[in-house]
Nanobody
Framework: QVQLVESGGGLVQTGGSLRLSCAASGRAFSNYAMGWFRQAPGKEREFVAAISWSGGSSSYADSVKGRFTISRDNAKNTVYLQMNKLKPEDTAVYYC?????????????????WGQGTQVTVSS
């Protein structure tokens, strides 16, 4: 069993930056692929970024490519999402997810564990 707790959300102006963290408890975090998803009001949950168990492979949604960076520190059982050049359309609840298979995927239904989410609001 893995428990995930996100932090780092908040209110930021357009063009600003935030770093989200997701702390994992439980066994074998280093074996898990990790992902970030987001859900805006009235919209479906969408893929943002994912990283493999080793950190050697990552993928991004086209909408965030070049602005967001996913990383992980297996010694600290933590995955990060650095968000730069934020836009109002990035406003959403951001969720961290863990997948017991070590390979990253963009599909939400492939992930086994989810955090409660952290709100990110970008003002124009």
């Amino acid at each position: 069993q893995v428990q995930l707790v996100e932090s780092g959300g908040g209110l930021v102006q357009t063009g600003g930056s935030l770093r989200l963290s997701c702390a994992a408890s439980g066994r074998a975090f280093s074996n898990y692929a990790m992902g970030w998803f987001r859900q805006a009001p009235g919209k479906e949950r969408e893929f943002v970024a994912a990283i493999s168990w080793s950190g050697g492979s990552s993928s991004y949604a086209d909408s965030v490519k070049g602005r967001f960076t996913i990383s992980r520190d297996n010694a600290k059982n933590t995955v990060y999402l650095q968000m730069n050049k934020l836009k109002p359309e990035d406003t959403a609840v951001y969720y961290c997810a863990g997948r017991s298979s070590g390979w990253a995927t963009t599909r939400a239904d492939s992930y086994d564990y989810w955090g409660q989410g952290t709100q990110v609001t970008v003002s124009s």
